[in-house]
């Protein structure tokens, strides 16, 4: 990413060894937020978000590089923040298939959940510092790419705060 005021960064571990860094998010504002998945160590930019807040309103957009074949197609979607009083709920929309993403009013936990209500992905906060913020990855499907959670934490969680380091360890 290029010029613009530096916002939240994650990194992307495979397992819970941190010397297998799998994948790197940056977060820029300029002026909205953007946020780049590159793979590691090569650098390789798989997927793009752009984040509009205005007011309550959160919204984001996303392409993600298909990347389980050698088309080199890049996919576009949508995330969208509903409100309720006791959970964080978003709507993911890519490729005509719908994603709910759900956490419960001071629960750790966020869960994924495809159209039949199975539940396909979760990711909770393990360590929480002033500087750090850890999440265990747990993906049970190959039904969407991993590309999708892995931004659809980083929208939600930039919304919230913008200035720490997060660390993610996938466990497959």
Request: aromatic share 16%.
């Amino acid at each position: 990413m290029d010029a613009g005021l530096k916002a939240g960064q994650f990194s992307i571990y495979l397992g819970n060894n941190e010397d297998h860094l799998r994948y790197r998010i940056e977060s820029f504002y300029n002026p909205m937020q953007q946020i780049e998945l590159c793979t590691y160590p090569y650098n390789n930019v798989i997927g793009k978000l752009n984040v509009r807040q205005l007011g309550i309103f959160h919204e984001a957009r996303f392409e993600i590089l298909q990347t389980r074949n050698t088309s080199n197609l890049w996919f576009t979607g949508n995330i969208k923040r509903q409100y309720t009083w006791f959970a964080d709920k978003y709507i993911i929309n890519f490729a005509e298939r719908r994603i709910k993403m759900r956490r419960r009013i001071f629960s750790l936990t966020f869960k994924f959940y495809n159209e039949v209500k199975k539940l396909i992905a979760l990711f909770r906060m393990r360590v929480f510092t002033v500087t750090v913020i850890k999440y265990d990855v747990k993906i049970f499907s190959n039904e969407f790419p991993d590309s999708i959670y892995l931004l659809a934490l980083a929208a939600h969680d930039n919304k919230r705060t913008k200035i720490y380091n997060r660390s993610l360890h996938r466990h497959s």
